[in-house]
Structure formats: structure tokens, C-alpha cells
């Protein structure tokens, strides 16, 4: 709660900050109806690093994605990506959406999902070749897919469907990764699986920003956090941002004993 | 003339056709909300085109036995059959195979629908040039209806609207909350049987005077109408009732006076006409007052960031933020602050800072749930509190 | 077959009905797996209002204007019923019952209030068409098809719907791919810079196309049954869009053939002297193979889909 007035050297200072940063959001609001989901929300986010959105249910973090990315419009608010707008980079964004969003009924097998992630390369009507099912195999062998590739996406587990997506938006071979929950409902091997990728993505100079909510496992996969309660509350490296202090200012008197023993334990 | 039959002055038949499509309005008004509510409004699309094969094959056997097949309760009989089966198979084809429902309703209506017209080729076979008048059912036509036949409609539509005020209550239950229902020890499954009988037994009782194409209309647009003035849900089946009954009542009315005019899609355009007043001036939920109130949001949201700009030291980036600063002379065309502006900054500040205490204190909880950034902290908290809430922000400071 | 027979009164036909169920049948695949198979009912019922204000303003009842007139009334019912769902925050369902119920009423109440009495357009017609009087009266046999004397005389119908059927096949193989991805993922389709909502609204304009190029010949109840119908059937036989999509021409070419010729022949078996509507049975004969993927399509049950959470 330090007000300090920004200075313009401070200023100039996030400005660069912001043009070099893989994602920056400046003043978002967005609002369902007349109750902002997220309101007034700063982020900056740190390049080649792994960096959690955390906050109670309702907090706003998958919307603030959303909304980043023009999924749902923002009421004010803008995103730049390596400080430019959002359509024009594109090609250097994956996006990996909650699994409950789409229809795994859909008449389609695992390999076409990924395939779905060349499609910038494709275009309309591009051929695809054998070097892209090669590409789409290789994504699939990275999550531990690669026997899956011909089984029909409602078969799949939970944890498997997961991992599907995550193939998908390897496929996209993009510089900024944006996950929505991706440990929500997901088996142990699955977590696992997902967190080697995602680490795996961060020494190769990528960034990585996933909607988290199992405080306890935040400090082992992450770098850094955001905090958020419809407001920012704050961001930084985990070791001097992910504190009892924010966190009581994020969840409020919502976070269980047992919890915040479990987070100080680690 | 219109003003004779709205006053009920045109005669035994057309009074007894005008009251029997009010109470059917009202029955199909109060049985469509719980369809509504249920989300399964286009069901009764279903339902009501599969009552042409009915039609078609009780006429044709009717005729078969001797008799001449304009028998209104033979045909309202068929109807009926035909429309459960119908019913029978949306339900099946959508829980026992993994068609989605509204799949299902569509192959159901076109199907039963074509079918009923290939009876209906038939029937001009048989008949030989003689007007089988079956075509009446589908856009309904009640000019010069037999009194028998006024008399069944009026009497049906008096019967279903008692069964559906009997069935009121544990109808609103199931629909507004069916997981509490089941709690309370409701059959859902059978509460739901009987929201379809009662939308059959519209349908069926419309037939003759909306017709099989129009009569979803009598059961969809009431409920949404009524959806507009209230958020309570047996105001809505009340509201719902009433609407479905005048749109009915003056439909048929205007029909009776204007022989030309057929009665099912009057009626349809009485109640559409409703639904769109409703639609645009609704003050709750309408168009207009939606529009205005999203306005008037937005630019408090814009206001409130750019004062919380202002506050920081913050260059403002959005135009619009700027403009509306601007106008409220807050801020000069540079994004500089003015007096006024530096102040209203300040205390909009001091108004953020208090509700980042509050949110963070589980004393405060329900205080802190109506935080919206826009709600001044004096709305929710005492003085005494607030200057509780200010002495923590100098101890921190 | 005699062709002496055939082609001058069961080709025309034939071929156009096989058009319409196709045409119709390709942008139902997207509609049924994006759960706006309903919007097919919608559309086709709004075809009527369309016409009659199109007959209206210009006075003649000819081709062009009323096929503009009822694709105007298609464009404008999708767009009321967005507004309306989005508006009105009504389901949409709901939205749509309204919408095409009070269009279709408006359009009858203006045919019977119209002097239409010269003219052929009434209701009935609308619902059902007249697929059978489609018949090519210069013809004398095959050798007609490489006469072109004889070719100028084939009703306009079948040149029409031929080329609406080229136009949706066209549509469908070029945007194939961002049909299937949008339809699969709507919020992943939008992040890789697809318009989304241009699309959907492209494929609700190719049915829109389709039905009201086909109303004429078949009515509307024959387009509800071929946008619904034979792609909900493909949906039982198969795991993959590709082979949905091959299934569902193959179900709408048989619903089409299979419905003419029992139209025409049927009741001579049965022993009856005149034909049924061949829209109607068309439309029943694609039930019929709906029925029987139900039962017996080796996909008819929803896949041991994993549970959520």
C-alpha cells in the first residue's frame, strides 16, 4: 500500500518495461453486466519467465486472459504483446483454453486438434504435408501423447485431453504460452507431464503464463505470480511476492488455515 | 366492427370461438412459461408439427369407417396420438443416441411434417376434388366454424387452463429450481410428463384456431414477453397468462370482425406486437434503458480510472478517458490534472485505499462483496468504521 | 429406363431434388455439430414473408426479386434473433421461436390481404412446393441432353439450384478448415485471428441460400429435413467430420432419389391412382434413414466421454 507519485523517469521506465514485456495489460476493465470482473488491472509481465495468475474464484483470472486476448471485450482497457496490439503478433501467441470450454463430442481425432494448431501455416487451403503430421506427432511424443494420435477425442481422459491442448498449442510453435487452468481435474502423471513441458518451454526463452489455483504447488513450478481480486494485487518473483501479506490482501478471509500452512511449509 | 367483437357482439359462435381463444392464451401462456423456463421452448415446435400425420390418418380413417372425417374430436384425437409420438422420439433420439436436442426437434418437426403431407396428397385422392378442409389446421381458420366445434374448443380450453392452475405450484418448482425439487422428494421426471401433456394438450386444443405453424408462438411469446417486467417466476406465469390470454382474445376478435383475416397469425402479431413494446421499453431489462445504463457505466468506469491516473501521476491513454475528464474539467486537453480535478484524484484514491483494507480484513466480508469499483466506501461502511479504516492506513504509511 | 418417359418427366426433377438435399445438407453438418440445427427451421419458415414483400413491391411474381426478397427476410430473422438473444438476454431457443413465428404470421397476414388471386403464391405452396410439375416438356429422350434446342427449355429450376449447390460446395471446401477449428473451438479459432462471428454468420447466410433457392421447387419442410436430417444421421456412422460430411450426401442423394420414386410409384404399387407429394416423402424417407442410423449406427451412443473435473 505504498503510494509513492511516479516520477517521469519512473514512468519512461515502465514504458520500456511494457514494449519489451511478452504481455502488458494497462487499465483492463471488463464487466458482465454491471459488475466488473476485473477492473482497472496493470500487468506486466516478465519475458522468459513462468508466471501464475492466482485469486479466489471469481477473481477475474480467466477473464483477464480472455479479455487480453480479445476473446471478451474489454469495457476499457488495452494489451499489447512484445509491445505491439494483440493482431498483429498473432502468430506469436498460443492460447490453451479451459478443457470444459469446447464439445468432446466433436467427430474428430487427436491428431487434427494439433494439426488445428498449424493452421497459420496451412492456411485455407494449404496441403498438409508429411512434414506437418511429422510436426503434429513430434508435439504429441513432447506431452506423452504419441500413441494417441488416430483415437477419437471423446475417448480421451480428462488428463489426456489436457494434454492434447497443450500439444496443440506447442504445434503453434508461438513465443508467449497463455494457459487457462491447465491442472484443473488433470490426473498426477498428467500434472507432471505438463509442468516438464511448460519448464522445458522457459529454458528455451519462451513465456509462459498459466491461470493457477492450487497455492500450494506455486512456489515448486512457478517463477512469478499475479495476484488478483477483480483488482491487480499484486506481481513480482514468487520469493518476494507470493507472501502472506498479498495473499491475505487477494483472498481476503477466504483461504483456509490448513492452506496457508501448507504454502509456508514450502 | 372490430369494437362489436372485442365487446363480444358478433354473434353465439364467434363469442364462444373469441372467449375459448383467451382461456386457451392464458393455458398456453402459463404452460409455455414453464417450457420456457425449462429452455425447451422449441419442443413445442416439435409437438405441433407432428400433429399433421395425426390429423391426416385419423380423417383418412375416419372416412374409412363410414363416416365423413371432419369429426373435430376424431381429428383433435389423432393430433394428439401423433403429436406424443412424436415427443416420444425427440426425447429418445436426444438421451439414447448422442444427438443434441435441438437435432432431434428439427428432424422430428420436418419429418412428422412431410409425412403429414404425403397423407394429406393422399387425402386429395380420396376425396376427389371435395375440400377435405383439413387445411385449416395449418394456419387455423375459424369463420364459419360449427357451434359443435366452438363448443369442443371453448370447453377444452377451459379444461386445460384448469389443469394448468392446478398444477400450477409444483410446475413453478421443478422449472425454477428442479435439483430442490428433487430435494424436497418432487418426481421431476414426472412433473415434467405432465409440463408436456399440458403443452399437448395446447397444441392440440389450438389446432383449429391459431393452426399447427403458429400455435409455438401462443406458447414462446408470452413467457418472454412477461420475462421482460419481472425477475420473480410466478409473476412471470402470471404475467405470462395474462399476456397470452389479451394477445388471444383480441387476436380472435379482430378475426371475427375481418373474415379475411385469418386467426392464428393475428393473434401471433397482437402478442409480438407486445413483446417488442416490452423488448425496447422494458425499464428492467429493455433495450433502451439497458443502452442508457451501459453508457452511463462506462463512462463512470472511464472516469474512475482516469481520476485513479491522475492520482498515480499517471499519463492518461485512453481518448475517451481524456474527453470525459475534459468535459467534467478534471483534466486540461495535456492529460494535466486541474484543481478540482487533483482533488476529486485525491479522494478517489482515498476511497480505493480504504476498500483495499476492507477487502483484505474477513471482518469486513459483506462490505467487501459489494466492491465494484465504482461504490463509494460511505455507502457501505459507518463513519465510526471508516475512520477505523483510515486509522490502519496511517499506522501502514 | 425409358428414357422416352424419364427424361422429360422424372430427370428435371430427380436432379434438382438431389441439389436441394445436398446443397442443404453440406452447411447442416456445421449447424447440427454447432447446435443450430434449428436455425434451418427458422430461416425456411421466414422464406414465406420474404416472398409475398417482394411480390408486393414489385407486382409480378418472377425469379430474382423473390429470391432477394427471401433472402433479405432470412438475413433480417438471423439478425432480429441475435438481437433479440443478445438484447433481450433470451435464450436462444426462445429468441428464435419468437422471431420466425411472428415473420411467418406477418407474411400470411399479407398474402391474405393481398390480391394474389391471379398470381400462383400461397401458403401451402411455400410449405411444400411442387417438385413434380418441374417437367422438361422439349425433351423427347436421352438425346435431348446434347440438344440444345431442348436444353433451353429445361425449367429454370434445375440450372438454378444446380449452381446454389456448386456455390455451397465451393463455400464448404474452401472454409473448410476454419468451419471445422471455429466450430470445434470458438475461443481458440478467435486467439489464431479468425473471425469468428463473420463466419458463423457466413455459414447461417450459405443455408439461408440454400433454402431459399430450394423453396421454390420443394417448399420449406423439404429443407428442414435436409439441413437436420441426413447430417444428423452421418453423425451415427462415423467419428470424423470428413467421412460425416461424405455420409451425409450420400443419406441426402438416397432421401432424394428414394423419396421421388416412391412419390411417383409407390401409390401404383399400393394400388392407389395418383402420386403423394414428393417433398413430403422425401422428407419422410430421410426420417426413415435417421430411424435406422439410431438404431443401428455403429456411433449412435456418446463416446466414453471423460468425465469433467
Not at chain 1, 39 to 44: L, N, P, Q, R
Not at chain 2, 269 to 284: D, I, R, Y
Not at chain 3, 153 to 170: S, Y
Amino acid at each position: 500500500m505504498t503510494l509513492t507519485l511516479a516520477t517521469k523517469d519512473g514512468l519512461a521506465a515502465q514504458d520500456a518495461a511494457r514494449d519489451k514485456s511478452p504481455l502488458a495489460i494497462r487499465g483492463m476493465t471488463v464487466s458482465y453486466g454491471q459488475k466488473p470482473a476485473v477492473f482497472s488491472v496493470d500487468m506486466t509481465v516478465e519475458p522468459a519467465k513462468m508466471t501464475a495468475i492466482i485469486g479466489p474464484n471469481g477473481a477475474g483470472k480467466s477473464t483477464l486472459l480472455k479479455a487480453a486476448l480479445g476473446i471478451v471485450k474489454p469495457l476499457a482497457g488495452s494489451t499489447t504483446v512484445f509491445g505491439k496490439p494483440v493482431a498483429r503478433v498473432r502468430d506469436r501467441i498460443a492460447y490453451v483454453p479451459q478443457r470444459a470450454s469446447v464439445d468432446w463430442d466433436f467427430p474428430t481425432r487427436v491428431i487434427d486438434v494439433v494439426l488445428m494448431g498449424l493452421y497459420p501455416q496451412l492456411g485455407l487451403l494449404g496441403r498438409v504435408r508429411k512434414s506437418h503430421r511429422d510436426a503434429a506427432q513430434h508435439c504429441l511424443e513432447r506431452v506423452g501423447m504419441e500413441g494417441f494420435a488416430t483415437r477419437q477425442i471423446g475417448q480421451l481422459s480428462g488428463g489426456q485431453q489436457q494434454r492434447v491442448f497443450l500439444a496443440r498449442a506447442l504445434a503453434q510453435d508461438a513465443d508467449l504460452y497463455l494457459l487457462d487452468e491447465p491442472f484443473a481435474g488433470v490426473d498426477a502423471a498428467t500434472e507432471k507431464a505438463i509442468i516438464k513441458v511448460l519448464k522445458g518451454l522457459r529454458d528455451a526463452g519462451k513465456t509462459v503464463v498459466a491461470v493457477h489455483h492450487d497455492l500450494s504447488t506455486v512456489p515448486e513450478y512457478f517463477d512469478n505470480v499475479f495476484l488478483i481480486n477483480t483488482r491487480r494485487v499484486a506481481e513480482g518473483p514468487v520469493a518476494t511476492t507470493f507472501t502472506d501479506m498479498h495473499l491475505q490482501d487477494a483472498y481476503a478471509g477466504r483461504l483456509a488455515g490448513a492452506q496457508m500452512d501448507a504454502i509456508r511449509a514450502t | 366492427m372490430i369494437r362489436d367483437a372485442l365487446l363480444l357482439q358478433l354473434g353465439y359462435n364467434a363469442t364462444l370461438v373469441t372467449l375459448g381463444a383467451a382461456l386457451l392464451g392464458m393455458a398456453a401462456g402459463v404452460g409455455g412459461t414453464f417450457l420456457f423456463l425449462r429452455k425447451r421452448a422449441l419442443v413445442s415446435d416439435a409437438i405441433s408439427h407432428a400433429t399433421l400425420p395425426g390429423v391426416a390418418l385419423a380423417f383418412i380413417v375416419m372416412v374409412a369407417l363410414g363416416g365423413d372425417g371432419r369429426n373435430l374430436v376424431g381429428l383433435l384425437t389423432g393430433a394428439a396420438v401423433s403429436a406424443a409420438l412424436g415427443l416420444l422420439i425427440v426425447t429418445w433420439l436426444s438421451s439414447k443416441t448422442r444427438l443434441a436436442e435441438d437435432a432431434a426437434i428439427g428432424a422430428v418437426l420436418s419429418v412428422f411434417f412431410g409425412f403429414g403431407i404425403v397423407l394429406l396428397t393422399v387425402i386429395q385422392t380420396m376425396t376427389a376434388g371435395r375440400q377435405a378442409g383439413l387445411e385449416g389446421f395449418l394456419l387455423g381458420s375459424t369463420a364459419g366454424m360449427l357451434r359443435s366445434d366452438a363448443l369442443v374448443i371453448a370447453v377444452s380450453a377451459a379444461l386445460t387452463l384448469a389443469l394448468v392452475l392446478l398444477m400450477r405450484r409444483p410446475l413453478t418448482l421443478a422449472s425454477f429450481d428442479p435439483e430442490f425439487a428433487r430435494s424436497t422428494g418432487q418426481n421431476v421426471t414426472r412433473t415434467d410428463l405432465i409440463m408436456m401433456a399440458l403443452v399437448l394438450a395446447v397444441t392440440v386444443v389450438g389446432l383449429k384456431i391459431v393452426g399447427l405453424i403458429l400455435i409455438v408462438a401462443l406458447l414462446i411469446i408470452p413467457p418472454v414477453t412477461a420475462r421482460f417486467w419481472t425477475e420473480r417466476t410466478d409473476h412471470v406465469v402470471l404475467i405470462a397468462g395474462l399476456l397470452g390470454g389479451v394477445s388471444a382474445y383480441v387476436g380472435a376478435a379482430i378475426s371475427a370482425a375481418m373474415p379475411n383475416v385469418p386467426t392464428g397469425p393475428i393473434i401471433v402479431l397482437v402478442g409480438f406486437a407486445l413483446f417488442a413494446c416490452s423488448l425496447l421499453l422494458s425499464p428492467a431489462r429493455g433495450v433502451v434503458s439497458a443502452y442508457l445504463r451501459h453508457r452511463a457505466y462506462q463512462r463512470q468506469v472511464h472516469l474512475r480510472q482516469g481520476l485513479l491516473a491522475l492520482a498515480h501521476g499517471q499519463p492518461i491513454y485512453e481518448r475517451l478517458t481524456l474527453r470525459l475528464l475534459r468535459r467534467q474539467g478534471w483534466a486540461l486537453p495535456d492529460g494535466v490534472a486541474t484543481p478540482e480535478g487533483q482533488g476529486r484524484a485525491a479522494r478517489a484514491m482515498r476511497d480505493e485505499t480504504r476498500w483495499q483494507v476492507i477487502r483484505r480484513d474477513p471482518a469486513y466480508e459483506a462490505a467487501a462483496a459489494r466492491y465494484d469499483g465504482l461504490t463509494p466506501i460511505e455507502s457501505v461502511l459507518t463513519a465510526d468504521q471508516i475512520a477505523e479504516v483510515d486509522s490502519r492506513i496511517e499506522v501502514a504509511t | 429406363m425409358n428414357g422416352s418417359e424419364f427424361v422429360p418427366l422424372s430427370l428435371v426433377p430427380m436432379l434438382t431434388g438431389i441439389f436441394v438435399a445436398v446443397a442443404c445438407a453440406l452447411p447442416g453438418n456445421f449447424l447440427v455439430l454447432r447446435r443450430q440445427a434449428l436455425i434451418g427451421d427458422a430461416i425456411s419458415h421466414v422464406v414465406l414473408p420474404g416472398i409475398v414483400v417482394a411480390f408486393l413491391l414489385t407486382g409480378v411474381v418472377s425469379t430474382w426479386p423473390m429470391l432477394l426478397g427471401a433472402a433479405g427476410a432470412a438475413i433480417i430473422a438471423v439478425v432480429a434473433i441475435e438481437a433479440v438473444r443478445r438484447l433481450g438476454r433470451i435464450e436462444a431457443g426462445a429468441a428464435m421461436g419468437v422471431i420466425f413465428t411472428a415473420m411467418f404470421a406477418g407474411g400470411v397476414l399479407l398474402l391474405e390481404q393481398s390480391d394474389t388471386s391471379s398470381v400462383h403464391l400461397d401458403v401451402e405452396h411455400a410449405l411444400y412446393g411442387n417438385l413434380e410439375s418441374l417437367i422438361w416438356l422439349d425433351a423427347t429422350g436421352w438425346s435431348s441432353l446434347w440438344d440444345p434446342v431442348a436444353l433451353a427449355g429445361v425449367p429454370v429450376e434445375l440450372p438454378r439450384m444446380a449452381l446454389t449447390f456448386v456455390g455451397v460446395a465451393l463455400f464448404t471446401v474452401l472454409f473448410w478448415r476454419p468451419l471445422k477449428i471455429s466450430t470445434f473451438d470458438e475461443g481458440f479459432a478467435r486467439t489464431i485471428g479468425m473471425r469468428t462471428d463473420l463466419l458463423g454468420l457466413a455459414l447461417v447466410i450459405v443455408a439461408a441460400i440454400a433454402a431459399v433457392a430450394a423453396f421454390d421447387a420443394v417448399g420449406s419442410i423439404i429443407v428442414i429435413a435436409m439441413f437436420i436430417c441426413p447430417p444428423a444421421a452421418a453423425r451415427l456412422m462415423t467419428n470424423r467430420l470428413e467421412w460425416q460430411v461424405a455420409w451425409s450426401v450420400l443419406f441426402a442423394v438416397i432421401a432424394a432419389v428414394l423419396g421421388y420414386v416412391l412419390a411417383g410409384y409407390g401409390p401404383l404399387w399400393l394400388g392407389l391412382v395418383d402420386s403423394v407429394s414428393a417433398a413430403g416423402m422425401i422428407a419422410t424417407v430421410s426420417g426413415v434413414i435417421l430411424g435406422l442410423a439410431a438404431l443401428f449406427g455403429p456411433h449412435r451412443l456418446r463416446g466414453s466421454a471423460a468425465p469433467i473435473g
